[in-house]
Every structure is written in structure tokens, then in C-alpha cells.
């Protein structure tokens, strides 16, 4: 066996936030892109950088997943992890990954879990102008801001700013190990927090400078963030390649069915609206059926599969989402493939709730997510015949119309 000589240099992934702008049912670090979570994409980039001691900083109670994503990322350099356990913010959570380095680290990095696509040639570059800089030298990845800029008060915009002095910042970030937990150490004992950990060590009197960061180190914070991933991740706009859109440019229909038994807490989503006051549905997501039924329907116009192929379980940033983000991202995943909508009609059959009321209103709020594509929405009861007439739960059926872009 030979020895591998002890690493100057650790990393600490912090991963122990709960992701709550994700929304997703499981700590966000562990929501997977495709077939990887989130943390296993950060972890095969930090594990095909230089070798480095690695400490994982787990949400409580997940200690023993992340122990089994670092080893099967780690590969042959397993002795080279650890995981520990976060704390209630990022700065605690950073603190922990202190804690748990070994003594001949001289280099520390603190990289968030959440920008799992960040390239190894960045963390080796983070590291290397660390150790090429001062005694007390910082260094973070930052990006231009490409945007303009604006002071705003209320509603007044009261000055432009000037981009070219600013830069965003990106993790991991790099710094001297004893400078740093001293200062981590001050921050501890004022109670303060920071936004990052360049902050801190600049608050602490140390110089930061800046490296080129990278696109694709962007963090992973909406369900837009975790889209751009995957596309990323596929290559392509869409994951699977829709068939060409029929060569006669004819419209093409398809048809979505969708049932859900009455069951759960809270009130009911139904047909893009909260229905307070009426029993619930029971499903992955808001068991919206009737919105389900017209996303079935414009994937099959579209050739693109379905429901549970775009939104199943293996997508748990859409568990609890509502019509508004499945239509839109199916009217995304549409335009991707080429189609624009026609229209889509709706047929709804229960007891409950009373449709006539709202109708309007219905078909305003599924149309708006359709990007104004018009939607009809008939209801029906069935005679006392049924699950529906007894009460069970509802049946939907929806028929959609997708035209082809010109030309495709
Ligand atoms: N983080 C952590 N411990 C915390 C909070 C955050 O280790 N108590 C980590 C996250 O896991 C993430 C990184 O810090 O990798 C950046 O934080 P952020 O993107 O804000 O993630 P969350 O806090 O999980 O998300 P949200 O703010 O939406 O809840
Ligand atoms: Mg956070």
C-alpha cells in the first residue's frame, strides 16, 4: 500500500440548508438533477480536483446519505472525506467544516453544494492563487454583472450604477486557514453574520481578491436554477428529442386523463385555483387533476411523453407546486420542441366543487400559465354514477391543440 502524502489543502462543501426557495420535500443538497443529487455533482467536481481533505457539512439527520454520496464520489480517495454535521445558517455550517480539518491544512476552500456544476479547473484555481497570494491572502471566483443596474426607492428608480465596479461573487472561495478561523472566531463572539465567507475575512481586516469564476458555477436556488442544470446537464433544451413536427405543418391534438381521490390537509387546488373551504385532492403535487389532464394532453400533442416523465417524484422540486409552474414548464418544454398551443378544452366530472361560480376565473388562470393560450373548462356530474358520483374524487379529461412553428 502506498501512502498518500497528507493534502495542504481542504475543502468544506457546505451542504446542510434545507432549501426552502427550492421547495422541494428533501434538503436541497440532496434533490437530484438527473440520476445525481445535487451534492454528488458538487462532489465529482471536487473530487476531480487535486487531492484535497473534503469535509461534508450534512443537514442534521442526513449524515449517513451524504456518507454514502461522498464515498461514491470519492472513488479511491474515500480516506481523503469526512462528513460532520451543519449548523442553523451557512456561517454555523462553515464553522463546523472548520472544526473538523486536519492539522498540516494550511489552504482552506469553502464551496456551497448548491453550485454543483462548478468546474474542477475553478477549485483548482481558487486553491492555487491562495497559496501564490500573502500570508493572509483571499481569494473568491466573481463574474462580471452583465445586467443594468439600477438604486431604486419604492417606486423610483433614483440613480444608475456603475457595473463595471461590480462583480458577482461565486463560491468556493479560498483562504489562509489560521487568518480565516481567527476570524471566524471574531464573528463567533460578535454574534455577526455575513453574507459570505470573503465578508467575514475582510471584516476581519484581510485582503480578498478576485479570479474569473465561471457560468457554470452558478447556485442552484429556484426551480429555474435546478432546470438550467439539467439542460446543462443534457446538452440540449429538451432531454428527449421530440419527434419532427409532422412535415405537412397540420396541427396535431392529443389527450390527457387525470384522477384524483379527496384526501389530505388544507384546502383544495383545483383547476389553477384554491378552493377554501373544499376538501382536498391527494397527490405528489397539489393534486391539481385538471391541470395535470392538460399537461398529459400537450405532451402527447407534442410527442414529448408525460406527466410523470417531466414531474414525477423523480422531480421533487414539483412536489406541492401548482398548476401555474407546471403549465408554464410544459409550455416551455413545448416551445423547446417546436409547437406553439392552440387551445386546450377541458372536461371535469364530480360532485364537487361547484364549477359555474368560477369558471372564468378558472379559465383566466390556466389560460395566463398557457401564455395566454385560450382554455375551456365544462363541468359535469356524473348522475351518483361512480367514484365521482359518490363522492370519491374527480375525473378529468383535457384535449389539447399544438400548431408547429412555421417553417419547422
Ligand atoms: N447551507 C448550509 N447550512 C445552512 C444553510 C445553508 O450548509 N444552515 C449551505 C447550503 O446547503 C448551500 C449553501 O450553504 O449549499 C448556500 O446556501 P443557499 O443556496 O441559501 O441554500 P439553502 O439555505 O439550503 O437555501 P434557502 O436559502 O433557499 O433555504
Ligand atoms: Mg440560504
Known amino acids: 500500500m502506498t501512502l498518500q502524502p497528507v493534502p495542504d489543502t481542504a475543502i468544506i462543501v457546505v451542504a446542510a440548508g434545507s432549501g ?52 461514491a464520489a470519492a472513488g479511491d480517495r474515500a480516506d481523503l472525506g469526512r462528513v460532520v454535521t451543519g449548523g442553523d445558517t451557512r456561517q454555523g455550517s462553515v464553522a463546523r467544516g472548520l472544526a473538523a480539518l486536519w492539522g498540516d491544512v494550511s489552504t482552506v476552500l469553502v464551496h456551497d453544494a448548491a453550485r454543483a456544476l462548478t468546474p474542477a479547473a475553478l477549485i483548482d484555481a481558487v486553491a492555487r492563487a491562495v497559496r501564490d497570494g500573502g500570508a493572509d491572502a483571499g481569494v473568491i471566483p466573481a463574474l462580471p454583472v452583465v445586467d443594468t443596474l439600477k438604486r431604486v426607492e419604492a417606486a423610483d428608480v433614483v440613480d444608475a450604477v456603475d457595473r463595471s465596479a461590480l462583480a458577482s461573487a461565486q463560491t468556493p472561495q479560498g483562504f489562509r486557514r489560521e487568518p480565516l478561523e481567527a476570524a471566524y472566531a471574531v464573528a463567533l463572539a460578535a454574534g455577526a453574520e455575513y453574507t459570505d465567507d470573503a465578508a467575514l475575512y475582510a471584516a476581519a481586516g484581510h485582503p480578498v481578491r478576485h479570479i474569473p469564476g465561471s457560468e457554470r458555477a452558478f447556485k442552484i436556488t429556484v426551480p429555474a436554477d435546478l432546470e438550467r442544470a439539467r439542460h446543462l446537464l443534457a446538452g440540449a433544451p429538451a432531454a428527449r428529442t421530440p419527434p419532427p413536427p409532422s412535415s405537412s405543418g397540420l396541427p396535431r391534438i392529443g389527450v ?41 394532453a400537450l405532451l402527447a400533442a407534442a410527442g414529448l411523453g408525460d406527466i410523470g416523465e417531466h414531474f414525477g417524484t423523480a422531480h421533487p422540486e414539483y412536489a406541492g407546486a401548482h398548476a401555474d409552474v407546471f403549465l408554464a414548464r410544459t409550455r416551455e418544454l413545448l416551445g423547446a420542441a417546436g409547437f406553439v398551443i392552440g387551445n386546450v378544452s377541458v372536461q371535469f366530472q364530480g360532485n364537487r366543487p361547484r364549477f359555474s361560480p368560477r369558471r372564468a376565473e378558472a379559465e383566466r388562470a390556466l389560460s395566463a400559465a398557457l401564455g395566454g393560450a385560450p382554455v375551456a373548462v365544462a363541468a359535469t356530474t356524473t348522475d351518483g354514477l361512480g367514484f365521482p358520483g359518490r363522492g370519491e374524487g374527480v375525473a378529468v379529461t383535457a384535449v389539447a391543440l399544438v400548431v408547429p412553428y412555421p417553417g419547422r
Not at 384546502?267 to 376538501?279: H, K, M, S, V
Open 256 to 296: 390527457g386523463t387525470d384522477v384524483h381521490a379527496f384526501g389530505g390537509e388544507g384546502n383544495l387546488w383545483l383547476a389553477g385555483l384554491e378552493w377554501p373551504g373544499e376538501q382536498p385532492l391527494s397527490g405528489h403535487s397539489d393534486g391539481d387533476a385538471v391541470a395535470h389532464a392538460i399537461v398529459d
Open 20 to 71: 426552502t426557495r427550492l421547495g422541494a420535500d428533501a434538503p436541497k443538497a440532496l434533490v437530484g438533477i438527473d440520476e445525481r443529487t445535487i451534492l454528488r455533482h458538487a462532489l465529482d467536481g471536487v473530487f476531480s480536483a487535486a487531492p484535497m481533505q473534503v469535509v461534508v457539512v450534512a443537514p442534521a439527520g442526513y449524515e449517513g446519505v451524504a456518507e454514502t454520496v461522498l464515498h
